[in-house]
């Protein structure tokens, strides 16, 4: 039966509860004016045959004689007078000749009895007739409830249909009214369906309704909607820029493969060798070598940062980081010109961090400002230290950044409009800038097109001033 309920439509279990409901208090309500009504009717007659009796016997002379019978008769009232041996002394006309029963018992407990006499029911009262202390006979008074049992019967043939056709009536109105309050729920239902159907991520539900449970319901579904159509665009927007990364990292990687390829073959050729071109060959060598391993870096510290992998902390002295980054990238300059100045104020300087990612972020700075700075340009690295922090700046005379670019610049794959014909993947200053926040630091930056950029990186000081600095790295 349950699982039969449950497998219903809402609005027809709805219904047959409510109509369960009304049939529950329906009959409780039927029983009730019915029992209370049939209760307080035999009560009127109890109490009446106990009154008439009482007035007969005052009435009564001393002893009681045949005469007086009928002066409070009624067609349904019986009345016999009886000596104090139960013998019948005088009856009213109504009894034709018949005894009403003479129960002893029942007139010493003063009780009223429910009787038959004929096949006709009777309710019975026995009184006794004193004087002067002495039993002097007893008055018996009846009366018939055939009349209120006749109304009792019209009540009941009334009751018990009416309650019938009202709870046939409450069923069909309860089940009309539950349809009409969840026709809007059906009209949500067909339109998420549709939706769900098209794939189309920018339509609504747009219920228009009353501002009841299923108005919140269409607006919580309107708003999963659109956190679907942002997320359905930025895995778009994902998927495009992994694609174009793919095929960015395909190109940077192919680039120097091909060198490094041909740079062997050359070395492999008969005659190739002379001491300077094999000095040269190796030194192209060791710059795409050292190029690809900078790629794989910034690839393993994206997926590690995907990950979210913990650093492991320990005292970095900041001007060897500084200065292991600038010795590494002197040789790729290009024509362009590195100067390193106030690093002197960053001996004692220490912090807590991964000395290969905090080298990583160097290199990523300084790389930048020699892919953007033409020949003949200037790069910058400055130092300084104060409030518990050590700052660091990378500045160049490069190509600048335009100020529509400035707030993305940090944002992956994300390259900037002037800067796009140069190689790159658009990782390097996003992977800085997580980097620098794992390390409890942060970067900004300020640029002018065609003036140049400064970068500057800010990391908290492990320890300000300790008197060896080298000592506690050991």
């Not at 209370?36 to 035999?42: E, G, I």
């Not at 004689?65 to 006309?93: E, K, N, R, W, Y």
């Not at 002495?134 to 209120?148: C, E, F, K, N």
Request: glycine letters at 8%; one cysteine or more; hydrophobic letters at 45%.
């Amino acid at each position: 039966m349950r699982f039969g309920i449950r497998s219903l439509y809402i609005r027809t279990r709805l219904a047959l509860w409510f109509t369960m409901i009304m049939a529950a208090v329906l009959a409780t309500l039927t029983v009730a004016v019915y029992e209370l009504t049939r209760d307080s009717l035999l009560k009127e007659v109890q109490q009446d045959v106990r009154q008439r009796a009482a007035l007969i016997a005052a009435a009564a002379p001393t002893p009681p004689q045949a005469s007086g019978t009928d002066v409070f008769s009624a067609p349904d009232v019986f009345v016999q007078i009886l000596d104090p041996s139960g013998h019948v002394l005088g009856s009213s006309s109504n009894l034709g000749g018949r005894n009403l029963p003479f129960l002893r018992s029942a007139i010493r407990a003063d009780q009223v009895s429910d009787v038959r006499l004929g096949g006709r029911p009777l309710f019975l009262y026995g009184r006794p007739v004193m004087s002067g202390g002495r039993l002097q006979g007893y008055v018996l008074v009846a009366r018939s409830p055939v009349t209120i049992y006749q109304a009792l019967g019209r009540l009941r043939s009334f009751l018990y249909p009416g309650a019938a056709l009202a709870l046939v009536l409450a069923g069909f109105f309860s089940w009309f009214l539950v349809r009409h309050a969840i026709r809007p729920l059906e009209q949500v239902a067909t339109s998420a369906a549709q939706i769900a159907a098209t794939q189309d991520h920018t339509r609504r539900l747009g219920y228009r309704g009353p501002a009841d449970e299923i108005a919140q319901v269409a607006a919580t579904i309107d708003g999963m909607l659109a956190s679907l159509e942002r997320a359905h665009h930025e895995l778009e927007g994902a998927y495009s820029a992994q694609r174009l990364f793919l095929a960015d990292i395909s190109h940077e990687l192919r680039t120097p493969l091909t060198i490094m390829l041909s740079t062997l073959d050359l070395l492999a050729r008969p005659g190739a060798s002379d001491p300077e071109f094999q000095t040269k060959a190796l030194a192209d060598l060791r710059v795409e070598a050292r190029r690809m391993a900078r790629m794989v870096t910034q690839l393993l510290i994206m997926a590690r940062s995907d990950a979210e992998a913990a650093v492991a902390h320990r005292p970095v002295l900041v001007v060897d980081t500084v200065t292991d980054a600038c010795r590494q990238l002197s040789p790729d300059s290009g024509g362009v010109t590195l100067r390193c100045h106030g690093l002197e104020a960053l001996d004692d300087a220490v912090v807590q961090g991964d000395p290969d990612y905090l080298k990583q972020l160097f290199l990523i700075l300084l790389d930048n400002a020699f892919k953007y700075t033409q020949p003949g340009g200037r790069a910058d690295v400055s130092g300084t230290v104060g409030d518990g922090t050590v700052t660091i700046a990378v500045a160049d005379t490069g190509v600048g950044i335009e100020p529509s670019d400035l707030p993305h610049i940090f944002d992956r794959f994300y390259r900037a409009g002037n800067v796009r014909f140069r190689e790159g993947m658009g990782l390097g200053l996003a992977i800085a800038r997580h980097i620098a926040t794992q390390h409890g630091g942060a970067i900004s930056v300020e640029s002018e097109p065609g003036q140049g950029s400064r970068f500057t990186v800010t990391l908290p000081l492990a320890v300000a001033e300790p008197s060896d600095p080298r000592q506690s790295l050991s």
